[in-house]
């Protein structure tokens, strides 16, 4: 007679559904998402973005001005020297339009006397300092006219040519070759202005990906050919100012036809270096030397450097110019120093606004940025990805707490996220150099707190009351409510879990069915399930399934929980009580006083999740771990046990449980044995009877002699269990086992016994 169908499958999918229509974890990262998505769409329109990006620039000056001077006590760096040309050098040396190059060629002898590392002018030498050939003939006569010369006419002219100190300044630049100097872009058509080429000492780029901040130049217009190509090289000094006139990014690359230019000071960090390729690179520009990256330079989303400021004003040190001159400085002072010379003059018209300083000399900028990348300086940004996911995150999170505050608390908190997001960015930026915009972020955070005021608060929280009761008949009252705050756990699909598979059937089930009426089975069958599956949920547990008089429990999902085996182990020992308990109860039938749970839990990995169609599903757990507990389960009729475990539960169960190792077996479909253990009792004060003890430890090291292979002094300790406890079943299998291969050995016997039969 076929086995009747007692199957009540717990229907999961209620509370997935739940969650779909009203649960507050999943809509509040839903009104997060979209908040993200509006807000990133909001950037990509051109006003609304660009004032968005004028805001956050803002923000990126107060985060400068927030952190300060970043040098302590206010030291200055003196790895790199602003040789500077002062109102005091102005003083001492007349104007400066009036200097003669001379000047320029004896502060480079002196800084190439001393040892300078590199030497770069952030001055344009765009004219010449000789004489025209007009200007060299009118001289001449004058001079023949009014004194009577022993010297011709070109002699004169030679002398008077003389008198420039171009090519004094150039023999200098040649001699120091480390010396480099500023062109400037005229940024008008070429038809409108002087054409000068650029001189050979120029280092062309030809990056792949060039970025979008690439600046396109007109017509270059750099020093005197005299003076270019005795330099070391020629490279641009333009720092372009934002939109509100502030100096934040530093250019990297000048676009001129198709080739790429570095500004003169990065060229000079390149050459130290040795790079001798860049590329770019998601957000990052790479240095190359020898075809080994050796510096990673993170640029913002639009590929701009931010330039990380150290302080204000005069945060290097600042040597006058004509100290220099007038040897004030000792020239070993600059041995292996990078200088640069530019003004710190008002009149000189070369003071920037920067975010820490609005009179800012255009000079320190360039050393700002060398001391950048030689020391791995850099600002650094999270990746676009990383950024909306954070912000996703961070407003989703915000989102769910608001679901659990009233209105005007909510309001309160909507304050408190603001203030603490901008005070997060603060933080990182003064800690960490690390810059995550605030305004994206604040812009979803608010959208998203209105889109979740449009909810309908009042129907969730009825709706969630609805559900909880009815998903209480599965997992317990605390796990319910866990659940409902990580819907997470439920993912579609499934995640591999640690748990607890624990299995349950009743013994000779059939035979019971075949002698009883149908109702007296279905009252029995329905007060044994409630009984069980009770104590399974209240030691945390979670039904999977009932098929027939079998339950399917699962601990340690889905919600994870500490000690989840030992509550798997408790409730099982609480069911051979019940079951004890049942007998009891229906004695007056005789077929119920011999009921028999026999129960497997086996401990590991499972697949844990939404299995089904699309239609249907519920949450349940799929893998080896489920066969193997049915496996256990099973394998106690052979031993004659009532609870079978595997070694992982053995493991992870502590002295208070009474255990005893009952074989090592090669279950079928498998290769490789395992152990398998009795789980016995349990007390919280470990007071098990001596006797029992006994009979553990004999059996236990006759099972590991009887493994190695000593038939003989095995059956001494089995023999001396049984007369312990004549009925215990395990001593004498392995009894019989030892008398078989004794009879007929086995070439490759191993000690693991190997099942035949599931």
């Not at 050939?133 to 004058?142: C, G, H, P, R, V």
């Not at 059937?505 to 329905?526: G, Q, R, Y």
Request: net charge neutral; proline share 3%; charged share 25%.
């Amino acid at each position: 007679m076929k086995k009747p169908d007692f199957n009540e499958k717990p229907k999961h999918n209620r509370i997935i559904r739940f969650i779909q229509k009203s649960g507050i974890f999943l809509n509040s990262f839903y009104f997060s998402l979209i908040a993200v998505l509006i807000t990133f769409l909001l950037l990509q329109v051109h006003f609304i973005g660009t004032q968005i990006d004028l805001l956050e620039q803002k923000m990126i000056d107060a985060r400068f001005q927030f952190r300060g001077s970043i040098l302590e006590n206010n030291k200055k760096i003196d790895d790199i020297i602003i040789l500077d040309i002062d109102e005091k050098s102005l003083s001492k040396l007349g104007q400066f339009s009036r200097w003669p190059n001379s000047y320029f060629a004896q502060a480079v002898d002196i800084l190439h006397q001393g040892g300078a590392a590199a030497v770069g002018f952030d001055i344009f030498f765009s004219e010449s300092d000789s004489l025209t050939s007009d200007i060299l003939d009118f001289y001449a006569d004058k001079i023949s006219d009014e004194i009577e010369l022993t010297i011709s006419d070109t002699k004169l002219k030679e002398i008077l040519k003389h008198t420039s100190t171009d090519q004094i300044f150039a023999e200098s630049l040649s001699n120091a070759d480390n010396v480099y100097l500023a062109m400037f872009d005229q940024n008008i058509s070429i038809k409108d202005t002087i054409h000068r080429e650029l001189p050979a000492n120029i280092i062309y780029y030809h990056p792949d990906n060039i970025p979008i901040s690439t600046v396109k130049t007109t017509n270059p217009f750099p020093p005197i050919p005299l003076l270019a190509n005795s330099a070391k090289r020629v490279g641009f000094a333009h720092i372009n100012k934002d939109e509100d006139g502030v100096i934040r990014y530093y250019p990297l690359l000048f676009q001129h036809g198709k080739d790429y230019i570095t500004n003169f000071s990065f060229q000079i960090a390149l050459d130290l270096l040795k790079v001798n390729e860049i590329q770019f690179d998601k957000n990052n520009l790479l240095l190359y030397s020898n075809n080994k990256i050796i510096s990673i330079i993170p640029l913002d989303k639009k590929d701009r450097l931010l330039i990380n400021l150290y302080g204000k004003k005069k945060s290097f040190r600042y040597i006058s110019f004509c100290d220099l001159l007038t040897h004030r400085i000792p020239a070993r002072y600059f041995k292996d120093k990078i200088v640069l010379s530019g003004s710190s003059a008002y009149g000189l018209e070369d003071l920037k606004t920067v975010p820490l300083d609005q009179s800012y000399p255009g000079v320190e900028l360039h050393a700002t940025l060398i001391y950048n990348i030689l020391n791995n300086d850099f600002i650094h940004y999270p990746s676009t990805t990383l950024y909306y996911f954070s912000i996703w995150l961070f407003v989703g999170l915000s989102i769910l707490i608001f679901n659990f505050l009233s209105p005007y608390k909510s309001v309160f908190l909507l304050i408190i996220l603001n203030v603490g997001l901008w005070i997060f960015t603060l933080i990182l930026f003064d800690t960490k150099n690390f810059l995550f915009e605030y305004m994206p972020s604040m812009i979803s955070l608010n959208l998203a707190f209105v889109i979740f005021i449009g909810y309908q608060y009042k129907t969730q929280i009825k709706e969630r009351k609805r559900v909880k009761n009815t998903f209480e008949k599965y997992i317990s009252g605390s796990l319910v409510n866990e659940v409902l705050q990580h819907p997470e756990n439920l993912k579609s699909g499934g995640n591999i879990k640690e748990v607890s598979v624990v299995y349950t059937d009743l013994a000779d089930f059939t035979t019971m069915c075949e002698k009883n009426d149908p109702a007296v089975i279905s009252s029995f069958l329905t007060d044994y399930l409630t009984r069980c599956t009770q104590t399974i949920i209240d030691n945390s547990g979670m039904l999977d399934k009932y098929i027939g008089d079998a339950i399917v429990a699962i601990f340690g999902v889905p919600i994870e929980i500490e000690n989840y085996t030992h509550k798997a182990c408790i409730a099982a020992l609480k069911i051979q009580k019940i079951t004890n308990q049942i007998r009891q109860d229906y004695k007056e039938n005789p077929y119920f006083t011999k009921l028999v749970t026999r129960i497997g839990i086996s401990t590991g990995k499972l697949i844990v999740g939404n299995m089904g169609s699309k239609q249907i599903f519920d949450y349940t757990g799929i893998g080896d771990l489920m066969n193997f507990g049915s496996r256990l389960e099973g394998l106690n009729k052979y031993y004659r046990t009532r609870i079978l475990i595997n070694e992982n539960t053995r493991n992870a169960l502590s002295s208070n449980f009474l255990i005893r190792r009952i074989d090592t077996v090669r279950v079928k479909g498998k290769m490789i044995g395992e152990n398998i253990y009795e789980l016995i009792d349990y007390s919280e004060q470990n007071e098990f009877s001596e006797k029992i003890i006994k009979k553990i430890e004999l059996f236990e090291e006759g099972l590991n002699i009887y493994q190695q292979g000593n038939f003989k002094k095995a059956e001494n300790l089995l023999t001396k269990v049984l007369e312990i406890d004549p009925d215990d079943h395990p001593p004498q299998l392995i009894l019989e086992r030892i008398k078989s291969l004794q009879e007929n050995p086995e070439k490759d016997w191993d000690g693991i016994w190997t099942m035949r039969r599931k």
